[in-house]
Nanobody, 124 residues
């Protein structure tokens, strides 16, 4: 069974750091672009960051540049999102997804396989 499993969410205070993990089972991630997305209540899902299959290219939404870092360990079949200096507006369900195209990798339409959402709550 092909699955992406997200872990690491929870409740943090503004200014804190948190790391999310996206682990694949049933397939290997090393040929896939991986994206991180988030969806706040009543809002559309938005792209946060994405990384090329090799890990040598990464993109970020303006709202998280300089605070979030995406990385991958293909040997561990896992992609990470390190989130620093978290803000209350970062409260959302966070998802990872696997796709093929890097050109518009912050767009949800580029992805076929999605992990379950995990809640991140940033208190002020």
């Amino acid at each position: 069974q092909v699955r992406l499993v997200v872990s690491g969410g929870g409740l943090v205070q503004a200014g804190d750091s948190q790391r999310l993990s996206c682990a694949a089972s049933g397939f290997t991630l090393d040929h896939y672009v991986i994206g991180w997305f988030r969806q706040a209540p009543g809002m559309e899902r938005e792209g946060v960051s994405c990384i090329s299959s090799s890990g040598n290219m990464a993109y970020y939404a303006d709202s998280v540049k300089g605070r979030f870092t995406i990385s991958r360990d293909n040997a561990e079949n896992t992609v990470y999102l390190q989130m620093n200096s978290l803000k209350p507006e970062g409260t959302a369900a966070y998802y990872c997804a696997a796709g093929r195209g890097l050109g518009h990798c912050l767009r949800t339409q580029e992805y076929d396989n999605w992990g379950q959402g995990i809640q991140v709550i940033v208190s002020s």
